[in-house]
């Protein structure tokens, strides 16, 4: 009897383990739910400015995909989140840099979703940010839902808009090519 128990917390424990992966600190999550449908963890790393460590970005989605460009287009349910790591971090630095990730898109299609980033760009200086923080942005119905500790503070219309958001991370000018590099790829690779 206590073999059998001893092997079921055995297994009970190892199943714990392989639900996140610990990424500079954090524990990233293997799965999450979304809109009721179950999305994987494409990949993750760590944001770094200098020699800074700002974030951890995490992708998920119905199935991992190493393509950007299928990522960027395609309209189904998908996630990226961001944990605030560094204390350098303040909401006008998280503004900037969301700022300077739009600023990669195309003009034309910038123009197409000025007014929505306007207002999208509030959330950043509405909500104080600090380390610990996470922010989630969660693409369903052709929309996206910003959430920041698990509240919703925004949700922004358009696949143009998730578009130009993802391409942030995962675009031809991305902000961070390592970051990106890590999204699309095997987190557990060095």
Do not use: C
Not at 88 to 117: H, Y
Request: hydrophobic share 40%; no cysteine.
């Amino acid at each position: 009897m206590k073999r059998i128990l001893t092997v079921i917390i055995l297994i009970v424990l190892i199943s714990i383990t392989t639900l996140s992966v610990n990424i500079a600190g954090i524990d990233v999550k293997e799965n999450i739910i979304i809109a009721n449908n179950k999305l994987v963890l494409n990949g993750a790393g760590i944001r770094k400015k200098f020699f800074f460590k700002l974030y951890v970005g995490s992708l998920y989605l119905f199935k991992k995909n190493t393509d950007p460009k299928s990522i960027i287009n395609k309209d189904e349910n998908m996630v990226i989140e961001l944990n605030i790591t560094s204390q350098l971090i303040t909401s006008g630095k998280i503004r900037e840099a969301i700022e300077e990730g739009f600023a990669t898109v195309e003009t034309e299609k910038l123009k197409l979703i000025e007014d929505r980033l306007k207002k999208f760009v509030t959330v950043f200086e509405d909500e104080k940010v600090k380390k610990g923080d996470i922010f989630t942005f969660n693409y369903v119905d052709k929309k996206i839902e910003t959430y920041k500790n698990k509240k919703h503070v925004l949700t922004t219309e358009g696949k143009d808009f998730k578009e130009a958001l993802f391409g942030i991370w995962l675009g031809d000018r991305a902000i961070d090519k390592d970051l990106k590099i890590k999204m699309l790829g095997d987190i557990r690779k060095k």
